[in-house]
């Protein structure tokens, strides 16, 4: 097991952490509640700690409830201690500045790099976490520099919501749309009959480069090279939507949730959203339902994944690891998996035999189950801490191209010239 102690944590891990942000899902806004006993620190106290972004979820919540009973079956009480999303990155940095992280912490999973840089967190393999059943895609999120810290918990990710109403009215067949010429084609039929067309979050957050991606991506571009062809093909593709009328001007301030009201009008025929739509969409005023983000050339394009990690942090008391992984491997269990599918809006598992229970449940579910076995985790490719300051990047040229401040080749090669001035290279 490992004898680490003492991570370095630093000012830019913390503004990295910042910079990332929540994109993936909601997770609420309070600082900071807890539930569970606190008892004194120490293996042989039976009081371990647990810090997740689910203010949203007290202590009397089934979730807070599961958490604790994985605790007991492992022999241990846990306290548990819920932030939102970015406090919770800063305070698990911060506590490892002092070497008192908690045992267990589920994070986002673009911001595992930026803890695991610090060198505050666990191995897979220094904790004897087997990951052989996780899909290796959203697996790729917890890697940095070939180590894997922490394993999934579950994935959501992006695909389009089309208006069946809208699309039978023009008589545009779903199923026909597979790459960037057939979405464009509905998207001029649609607006020809006077209904319009698609509503996505171009807004120059993470957001916005969370939604960019699939289509980023999707033209075979690269993050080390924001502005290859492939990129400007890409963000072409979104400035000749707006410039044709196809997409409104209000992407560019859109949230994603500010998008899916857009969407829930009626008036849209298609809109770019996650999984954690899954129940409004059912619930809408009229009939819809749910493609692929198509790749330029056809085929389902890699969509970003959302979604948490479990990890643990190195502590001074090593003869704490033993438990930590009891507890880690009681909340991943395929019926556990299943359980956090439900919990969280349909969380697709990070597993096959999790996916395939899910879909005895819930077999509507299907798309979204196959969008996140083709989606691709924001800070893979061995970007880690690199990836905030290149997404910074990308959704700035986005804007400036949607804007009409520069034309797509300027806005990414300037991107790209900031980028590479901030310590990246191609």
Known sequence: MSTRIGPRVGAAAAAAAVAL???????????????????????????????????????SSAWAQRVNQC???AGVTITRTAYDTTNLTNQALLAAQSNKSPDIILLDNPAVSTLADTGMLLTTDELGLDTSAYDANLLSAGILDGKTYGVPIGANTLAIYYNKDLL??????????????????????????????????????????????????????????????????????????????YAPNTVLTNSQNTTWEEFLTGTFAFGINGTWQVNSAASA??????????????GAAPAPTGGEFIVAPVQKDTSRYETT?????????????????DTFAYYIPPTSAGQQALLKEHPELEPWVEAVKNAKGRT???????????????????????????????????GQQEATEAGLNK
């Open 21 to 59: 942000g929540l994109v993936g899902c909601s997770s609420g806004s309070s600082s900071g509640s807890e539930s569970g006993t606190s008892p004194a620190s120490g293996a042989s106290s039976g009081a371990y700690t647990w810090w997740d972004p689910y203010p949203q979820h007290d202590a």
């Open 71 to 73: 605790g007991t079956e």
């Open 168 to 245: 039978d009215k023009v008589d545009v067949d779903p199923s026909t749309i597979t790459d960037w010429k057939s979405l464009t084609a509905a998207l001029a039929t649609v607006t020809g009959a006077g209904d319009k067309g698609i509503t996505f979050a171009a807004i120059g957050t993470e957001e916005g480069s969370f939604q960019f991606l699939p289509f980023f991506w999707g033209a075979g571009a690269d993050l080390t090279d924001l502005d290859s062809a492939q990129a400007v093909s890409a963000l072409q593709l979104w400035k000749g939507w707006l410039d044709d009328g």
């Open 285 to 298: 005023s009229f009939q819809t339902g749910v493609i692929q983000i198509p790749a330029e050339d056809g």
């Open 325 to 341: 992984k009891k507890i880690v491997e009681c909340m991943s269990t395929t019926d556990g998996q299943v359980q956090t599918a």
């Open 380 to 414: 893979g490719d061995n970007l880690g801490t690199k990836y905030p300051i290149i997404s910074e990047q990308l959704w700035t040229a986005v804007q400036n191209a949607l804007s009409g401040a520069m034309d797509p080749q300027e806005a990414l090669t300037e």
